[in-house]
């Protein structure tokens, strides 16, 4: 065998597509990015010069570190950091021409003393998940009290709590609550008419005659994620994850494999020992045994069920079915592309397709196409 390095492949022409997809929903909005999560697992220096390259203008990140980041690869970009304004990071703020976004009187307070030059923060509002954010009462307060942009801030924005449940109350309520806001901010006489608002992920771009507002925030759907559950996804695959085979054993009727013997052979049966594992953030709970049907892998065409846990650094694949001469030693499976998508791996793992993107391994040899 040449290689044991797992190969994670990253269709850049596919998350331009994807963006460019979004933007065409979101009409006459300016249409961002979210690549908090270091794009959400795909890497900030991968991602954001596609995204530049498709149009994005503006982009999101969780942290100031990943808003440097991003500024190396995206010079002319808005730049927001979701997880709040920390006072003594100022200088960072200005000097990479960052734009925090401010959640609490305090983080506003910070916010005043900004230098002349500082860009001009986004104010976060809550209009129901209790996470970030001021309350809506207290966000109409200090509207009406001065103009926003005296405070140096330049967009309001608020987080859908299940916008993947278009219909859902909650979701009705927060559409509602937030353009009541606008309504009031945005009026034709108000001194913040010109503050733009921005209320939609993903999932949101799907919501009929959701208000787009000024600016969107997708995430997700960008990297291949389905933000329509139920639905057919209407995204292109971004990530593809090939593993190669190191080892392919004959096990006997009645004899266990891997830790804990969580799965016994019920015929005479072939097992491939494939390089990946929970070390790379492949879910450990994609194992098979007796409480939960798990993981399965794309063996020579055709779909073949884990056996047994995953291990660290190893998954074991039964693969009694997949003629012996299709499959050797050195050949890859795969355990996201074609049939698995990133949703599928999600629920096979017993947790969601973003975690599967937000823990893609650091060990694979990662590969951007289409360039
Ligand atoms: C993560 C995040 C998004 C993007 O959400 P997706 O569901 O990935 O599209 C948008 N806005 C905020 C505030 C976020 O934290």
């Excluded at 002319?76 to 920390?86: E, K, P, T």
């Excluded at 009645?254 to 491939?272: L, M, P, T």
Aim: glycine fraction near 10%.
């Amino acid at each position: 065998m040449d290689d044991h390095a797992t190969r994670l492949t990253i269709d850049l022409s596919a998350l331009k597509a994807n963006w460019l997809t979004l933007d065409r929903l979101s009409g006459a909005a300016e249409t961002g990015a979210v690549v908090k999560a270091d794009a959400y697992g795909l890497g900030i220096e991968t991602a954001v010069p596609a995204l530049v390259k498709a149009g994005c203008r503006t982009f999101f990140v969780a942290h100031l570190s990943e808003a440097i980041r991003a500024r190396a690869v995206a010079p002319d970009a808005a730049i927001y950091v979701l997880n709040g304004f920390a006072a003594g990071r100022m200088p960072d703020y200005v000097a990479y021409r960052l734009r925090p976004v401010l959640g609490s009187g305090g983080e506003i307070a910070a916010w005043r003393e900004r230098p002349e030059d500082a860009e001009p923060a986004a104010l976060h509002i809550d209009t129901a998940m209790n996470r970030l954010g001021l309350r809506l009462e207290a966000a109409l307060e200090l509207a009406g009290s001065m103009p926003l942009a005296d405070l140096g801030i330049g967009l309001t924005m608020t987080h859908l709590a299940s916008a993947e449940e278009p219909e859902a109350a909650d979701t009705r309520a927060q559409i509602a609550r937030f353009s009541a806001l606008q309504a009031v901010i945005q009026a034709p006489d108000s001194p913040n008419r010109t503050i733009r608002a921005s209320l939609c992920n993903s999932s949101g771009h799907f919501i009929p005659d959701l208000p787009f507002f000024q600016l969107t925030r997708p995430g997700y759907a960008l990297y291949g994620g389905n933000p329509t559950p139920g639905r057919a996804n209407p995204m292109q695959p971004v990530i593809r994850l090939d593993a190669p085979v190191i080892q392919i054993l004959d096990v006997p009727a009645g004899e266990a494999v891997g830790y804990n013997g969580r799965w016994v052979a019920q015929r005479d049966s072939r097992i491939a020992t494939v390089s990946c594992g929970y070390a790379d953030g492949f879910p450990r709970n994609a194992g098979n045994g007796p409480e939960h049907s798990g993981g399965v892998a794309i063996v020579a065409g055709q779909e073949c069920p884990f056996a047994g846990n995953v291990s660290m650094d190893l998954i074991t694949i039964d693969v009694t079915d997949v003629p012996e001469s299709s499959l050797r030693a050195g050949d890859f499976v795969t355990l996201i592309g074609d049939t698995l998508d990133i949703d599928r791996v999600g629920v096979a793992g017993r947790t969601i397709g973003y975690e599967i993107l937000t823990n893609l391994g650091r060990r694979y040899r990662r590969l951007a196409i289409g360039a």
